[in-house]
């Protein structure tokens, strides 16, 4: 893995701290079926949020900050959320990043932050995945009662099962997924294979993690 250490001026208080970047892509595979990516990029999930050790500015980049969100960071909600034992210390900063996007209107994107801070918690024993996948839901729904899509209109009802079974809400999930296949448009191939595995799993009550290659239609 490609790391770089580099002092980083944090846009919300003004101090500096030593802040370390990746830039390694390439092959992923197949991912799991919520999109989380595999292979190197994976791993490197650690560095996908930058957090000031001064003020607790956690960003993707923290050099700059929205200004609607200025006063958000010393506000007890945002400071408690970055120090919520339920959680893995690095889970808190994505949640944290949710907070603000929320106040800035960026449903969609603060929804994908919390599916972000459960694949954290799903990488280090479980603790807080259900909770951080439920604020992902949430946000979603926010996003589309703001009339913004969250995903591919295919590709939604697919996730939203994916989470739910993830968090053993086995019952909303089948009604989630039985909704995307009775639906009157045709899916996508991909899509269909997808959600018909999303119902065998639900059937099986089985919540684990599951990736695109392990579709019994990819099975040769
Ligand atoms: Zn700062």
Redesign the pocket.
Known sequence: MNLVRRAIV?G????SSEQIQTNSGGESGAPDLDTRPNGLVRSTIAFWMQR?P????CAGD?SSIHEQAADLIASEAYQKQLNDARFPAKACEFLAHALILDQVGQYADAGWTCLHAAWVCDDNGGNGQAAARGRAMEYWRKAKLAGEDFAEPELEHALATDLLRRMGRFEDALINCNQALDAEEPLPDLIEHLLRFEKTLIQRQDTGTYRLSDLPAFQS
């Open positions: 944090c919300s208080c003004g101090q000031c001064h003020c607790g500015y923290i």
